[in-house]
């Protein structure tokens, strides 16, 4: 489980690594050898992940990846603005895919999870407790709503979403720019606020 923040009022000092009963999640420090696996495992999935993100078509090198790492993900966590994590397996510890909380708005205590699978480990479970695991921890550092957004054609996503007790909000209509479409597409708002996360941990714990 994730360590409790100690410093009142202090939502920012997210754990470097969460430990779930299958997975791992581990603060994305920039390294090459994180970069090449992380690089490895998108192109093995690009054909699922490039309808829906972006990056996934611009990503061409492993170095791509590490600059990502290195102005990405490192500069926000030492900004308190982003926190990225990458999923891995507890067991072997091979990398799964990543996830982040990020569209941090600290004055409503408000963000957003962001997630993507690689195309081995779609179907098993892992997102689900992925999104799981971090929003224990968002939510343990005083924050009061979370946002998850897909577009409405990427089911799975949505899937995942719905199936960790979050709820449809509305449809933000032609709201995201699609690359390899050329057209302006639509996209799911999910949200989860603290006295439904609050509500899920009572009942889980009766049911023991």
């Known amino acids: 489980m994730a360590e409790e923040y100690t410093k009142e009022g202090d939502i920012m000092c997210f754990s470097e690594k969460i430990e779930g009963e299958r997975i791992v999640l581990e603060r994305a420090?920039?390294?090459f050898q994180l970069a090449e696996e992380l690089y490895v495992l998108a192109q093995a999935?690009?054909?699922t992940?490039?309808?829906w993100l972006s990056w996934a078509e611009v990503q061409k090198t492993p170095e791509d990846e590490y600059n990502y790492l290195l102005?990405?993900?490192e500069e926000h966590?030492?900004?308190e603005s982003g926190y990225t994590y990458v999923i891995r397996e507890k067991e072997h510890e091979f990398a799964l895919g990543m996830i982040d909380f990020l569209g941090i708005d600290a004055t409503n205590k408000s963000g957003e999870i962001g997630y993507w699978l690689s195309i081995n480990a779609v179907g098993k479970g892992y997102m689900h407790e992925a999104v799981l695991l971090l929003e224990d921890e968002i939510f343990n550092r005083g924050f009061q709503r979370i946002v998850i957004r897909n577009d409405t054609r990427n089911i799975r996503s949505a899937n995942v979403a719905q199936r960790a007790g979050y709820k449809l909000e509305g449809i933000m209509r032609q709201n995201r720019w699609s690359k390899t479409e050329k057209i302006f597409v639509d996209s799911n708002l999910w949200a989860k606020i603290?006295?439904?996360w609050q509500e899920s941990k009572k009942l889980a714990s009766k049911r023991g």
Do not use: M, N, V, Y
Request: hydrophobic share 40%; glycine share 0%; proline share 17%.
């Open 45 to 47: 999935s690009k054909a």
């Open 29 to 31: 420090r920039p390294s």
């Open 194 to 196: 603290l006295p439904e």
């Open 49 to 51: 992940l490039i309808p």
């Open 77 to 79: 966590w030492k900004a």
């Open 71 to 73: 102005t990405w993900c």
